[in-house]
């Protein structure tokens, strides 16, 4: 089983640049989460979709837009990159919302803006 | 908001020694908590959560977690450690219907 699936793994981007994160998952789940993971700071939620057809902000959502293209996929888009966006970027899934459901995680992409 | 709190950044233990993990929470109204582990280039992995019930939590890879109402505590345990156990884990409480908060997460190293 893939599980979720994120591409890609690595990525340097110029400040300004664009570029788009892709996750997928094969579990069939309703829920779609992008996270960010900084040194000391744990996991912060950037934006979720808690079905198919709904976006909603996290805690960290400035700069950033998605795409829940389908109920498999969800996309990341960094639409100007600056040096503070630099992180690792999660996308996770669930069947349902937080509390009954646990989180299913991608293996990240760990971007440098530079 | 709801928080937790994971007061040790590093965690030493022997193989074969009981390892524990440390978490605080502060929330108001009944606590969902949860634990994650993550391995070295890897995403994070479900180890157990606490919504309801027994105080004792049974999860993955022999790992256990004791919820503590009075010390708004939910350390995780595991009574004898692998150096397999070596990697960074996380506890994390329901912040709203789609959203967990986690703590800075705490790295474990098991010494052989």
């Known amino acids: 089983n893939a599980g979720v699936t994120q591409t890609p793994k690595f990525q340097v981007l110029k400040t300004g640049q664009s570029m788009t994160l892709q996750c997928a998952q094969d579990?069939?789940?309703?829920?779609m989460y992008w996270y960010r993971q900084d040194p000391g700071m744990g996991l912060r939620l950037i934006y979720y979709s808690a079905s198919e057809g709904t976006t909603d902000k996290g805690e960290v959502p400035n700069g950033y837009n998605v795409s829940r293209l389908n109920k498999r996929e969800f996309s990341l888009r960094l639409e100007s990159a600056a040096p503070s966006q630099t992180s690792v970027y999660f996308c996770?899934?669930?069947?349902?919302?937080?509390?009954?459901?646990?989180?299913?995680f991608g293996n990240g992409t760990r971007l440098t803006v530079t | 908001a709801q928080s937790v709190a994971q007061p040790e950044d590093q965690v030493n233990v022997a193989e074969g020694n009981p390892l524990t993990v440390k978490c605080t929470y502060s929330?108001?109204?009944?606590?969902?908590l949860f634990w994650y582990v993550q391995y070295p280039n890897r995403g994070l992995q479900f180890l157990l959560k606490y919504i309801t019930g027994d105080n004792l939590v049974k999860g993955s890879y022999g790992f256990e977690a004791e919820f503590n109402k009075s010390q708004t505590s939910f350390h995780l345990k595991k009574p004898s450690a692998l150096v397999s156990d070596s990697a960074l884990y996380f506890c994390?409480?329901?912040?709203?219907?789609?959203?967990?908060?986690f703590g800075a997460g705490t790295t474990v190293t098991v010494r052989a």
């Open positions: 929330v108001s109204g009944n606590p969902y």
């Open positions: 579990m069939n789940h309703n829920s």
């Open positions: 996770a899934s669930s069947e349902h919302g937080t509390g009954v459901s646990p989180l299913h």
């Open positions: 994390a409480v329901r912040d709203g219907d789609y959203k967990l908060s």
